[in-house]
């Protein structure tokens, strides 16, 4: 399955390698660049001042360093409130062991005003029904090591418009061929709670995805397969159908595809 990099990376085996240096400004550092790395970098320029940027619950942070937290797990527990198998795949590439419990909620009757309102409200609804079922069960005060509590909530926007899970074949076509040969964002948020001390840090980020055309053969092996109804706009980027066709992803592909491992690590140090 063809994995997704950031634009950076897509452009560092070209002829172009591009840098991030500070608040975002990007410095060529090397000439000689062919027409695609030329469009690439004008998508750079173009999208990198506005997004990629985190929300917390507390304040708006722009994303600085790349190191990440190290934090001693040894004795933490780990539950990730999601049945997505991408999110799964990426907490266990982080090396975390974890179990899995769903919040089972009405998503539908959570709205909100921005689509970072919405990822940020439902993320937050999601740990609230595990925390409370979990304390039905007694399981709150079974274990006095710290668990951790991962939620985590993702929509697409496309101009202007939030779009979540399609819930037709006619939605789901209308959704990706709208993609075709343009762009959309993708918003998606972190929440990490402290089961044992209450503490509750979140977060979100957004990435922008440009898509090539995409063929009608490929949206109808994509409708046929029903992954698209699976994910936030019908996007699943890591599907080796759809891969070939995303042009450059300005942002984190983690946040793309559901959990930002950066942004994952940063809360999780936050609330120990």
């Not at 991962?150 to 697409?156: G, L, P, Q, Y």
């Not at 979140?202 to 109808?220: K, L, N, Q, S, T």
Request: aromatic share 6%; net charge neutral; hydrophobic share 40%.
């Amino acid at each position: 399955m063809m994995g997704l990099t950031s634009l950076t990376t897509m452009l560092r085996p070209r002829i172009v390698s591009v840098a991030i240096v500070s608040k975002w400004s990007l410095k060529e550092r090397e000439m000689g660049m062919c027409k695609s790395s030329f469009k690439l970098l004008h998508l750079a320029y173009k999208v990198a001042n506005l997004q990629c940027r985190y929300g917390s619950t507390d304040s708006i942070h722009t994303q600085g360093s790349s190191e990440h937290n190290h934090v001693n797990f040894e004795t933490m527990k780990i539950i990730l409130g999601s049945s997505s198998m991408a999110r799964k795949r990426i907490l266990s590439e982080m090396g975390y062991e974890f179990s899995i419990m769903t919040a089972d909620i009405d998503e539908k009757s959570i709205r909100k005003d921005t689509p970072e309102e919405l990822v940020m409200a439902l993320a937050q609804a999601k740990a609230d029904a595990i925390v409370a079922r979990l304390r039905n069960m007694g399981k709150l005060e079974e274990d006095t090591h710290a668990t951790l509590l991962i939620t985590a909530d993702t929509v697409v926007v496309y101009k202007g418009m939030v779009r979540e899970k399609p819930t037709s074949k006619e939605e789901a076509r209308y959704f990706i061929k709208g993609y075709s040969g343009s762009h959309a964002a993708v918003v998606g948020s972190v929440l990490v709670t402290n089961l044992a001390t209450g503490k509750r840090k979140g977060a979100w980020e957004r990435a922008e995805v440009y898509f090539h055309d995409i063929p009608d053969e490929i949206i109808d092996n994509l409708i046929e397969e029903r992954v698209t109804f699976n994910v936030a706009g019908g996007l699943m980027l890591e599907h080796p159908l759809t891969s070939p066709y995303v042009e450059a992803v300005v942002g984190s592909a983690d946040t793309v595809m559901g959990l930002s491992k950066a942004l994952t690590e940063k809360l999780i140090a936050e609330v120990l």
